[in-house]
Structures are given as structure tokens and as C-alpha cells.
């Protein structure tokens, strides 16, 4: 499991988090509420290691070893995935050469052009996005949907344990978001366990959560169980 005991954090010398205790199993959904501000995309950002929130206090494990000294490309390799609130474009890197990296780093592979394309297609296929993607650059002139859609391309391609969904109605008119949230349920299976930041609950129609957890001030205040809930 991910496991966060006593996890207090602070960005520019502000407290942002103080001692957060959290279990996120496999298989099982979380959802986090809170008013802006309350330490939300501060815990998944911390846990996703941006380097700009510091731990003071507690501790971030994964089956049971620390991850706090761990850079951000290795806690992906190990399985766990931020879908950014304000997804970012990348200039000058095309798209099959972001995915084709990302993938050979995420299951220590080499695969080539012509075998990575073999593996990409089908994906694009299922996900309806048109292959003349890949010869754009990362994100550059996509719409909200086509974001969305390429994080969701990345999250069946790379298949990790643990995905942070950090407000992804985001830029999405009400037709997007449904699809988007559509997609993302066929995604969730028994060793998925996805925590959902949001303010627009129609998306737990589509991944219903086993626990809710409401943070304020950058504490737990109150958390539900599905047996409560």
C-alpha cells in the first residue's frame, strides 16, 4: 500500500500539510474534499515529490519503504501517477517519443520505433484519438478533452497502482467531462486505487469511492467509510 503517517509540509516557509495520516490500498478509491487552499493538490503533489513542498515531519512509504528521497521520475516508475489540474504542453517533444520514453523507463524496456508503434496504435484506437497525434508535440493547441485524453492514453499505457486525479473536469465543457470520466471507469480495475480531488462530484458516478477524506487548514477533519457512507 501508500502509506503517509505524520506528513507535515510546508512551501516557501508556509505550513501547507500537518501530520496527514493516510492509507491508499490497491484497488480501493479515496476521494479528498476540501475548500481551496485546504492542502489538497499540496498532498498530492508532495507525494508525487515536487520539489517546492518540503517535508518537515512524517513519512511517505510504498510496501513499505520510503519514497521521500526519491525524485518524481522514480515514484512514476514505481506506479504512481498525477493527473495535473492545469495539464502542460511541451514544446519541441513529440508525442510518440514522450510516450515511447516514458513507457521503456516505467517497465525498464527498449522498444523501438517500430515496436512501440505496434503497442501505441491499438491504445489510440480504443481511446478514438487519430494518429497524427503522435507527430505533435506534447499538448501544444490541444483542446481541454484532447488533454485529458492523452493522460488517460498514459494511464493505460504506463498501468499504475496509484493515480491522483487532481481536479480533471478542468478545462472540460460538460460533454468532455463526461466522456473523460467515461474513459476513466473503464480504466479503474482491482489494483487501480484512484484519489479524486474535486468539486464536481458527477465524477463519483463513474468511479464511486470507498473512503472520503476532508481536509482543512492542512489537516484531516473528518473521514467516511464505504459501510458509513
Excluded at 480501493?28 to 492542502?39: F, T, V
Excluded at 515496436?115 to 480504443?126: D, G, N, R, T, V
Excluded at 463526461?178 to 489494483?191: G, H, I, P
Aim: aromatic content about 12%; hydrophobic content about 45%; glycine content about 4%.
Amino acid at each position: 500500500m501508500l502509506k503517509i503517517t505524520d506528513l507535515s509540509v510546508t512551501i516557501d516557509t508556509k505550513n501547507v500539510l500537518d501530520s496527514v495520516s493516510l492509507q491508499i490500498v490497491p484497488g480501493k478509491n479515496m476521494c479528498l474534499l476540501g475548500k481551496n487552499g485546504s492542502g489538497k493538490s499540496s498532498l498530492a503533489l508532495t507525494i508525487m515529490g515536487h520539489p517546492d513542498y518540503e517535508v518537515t515531519w512524517g513519512d511517505i512509504t510504498l510496501e513499505g519503504e520510503s519514497i521521500l528521497e526519491r525524485w518524481p521520475d522514480l515514484r512514476a516508475r514505481a506506479g504512481i501517477f498525477l493527473a495535473f489540474q492545469s495539464i502542460p504542453e511541451i514544446k519541441w517533444v513529440k508525442l510518440f517519443e514522450f510516450l515511447r520514453t516514458i513507457y521503456n523507463a516505467r517497465f525498464d524496456k527498449k522498444e523501438s520505433f517500430v515496436s512501440f508503434k505496434k503497442i501505441i496504435l491499438p491504445y489510440l484506437e480504443e481511446l478514438h484519438i487519430d494518429k497524427e497525434f503522435l507527430r505533435r508535440e506534447v499538448n501544444v493547441w490541444f483542446s481541454g478533452g484532447e488533454r485529458r485524453k492523452i493522460e488517460i492514453l498514459q494511464l493505460k499505457l504506463l498501468q499504475p497502482t496509484y493515480v491522483f486525479l487532481d481536479e480533471v473536469d478542468s478545462w472540460l465543457d460538460v460533454d468532455a467531462f463526461r466522456s473523460v470520466a467515461q474513459l476513466l471507469r473503464e480504466v479503474a480495475n482491482e489494483q487501480t486505487s484512484f484519489v479524486i480531488i474535486t468539486h464536481y462530484f458527477t465524477i463519483l458516478d463513474y468511479l464511486p469511492v470507498d473512503t472520503v477524506v476532508v481536509l482543512q487548514e492542512g489537516k484531516i477533519v473528518e473521514q467516511w467509510w464505504q459501510e458509513i457512507v
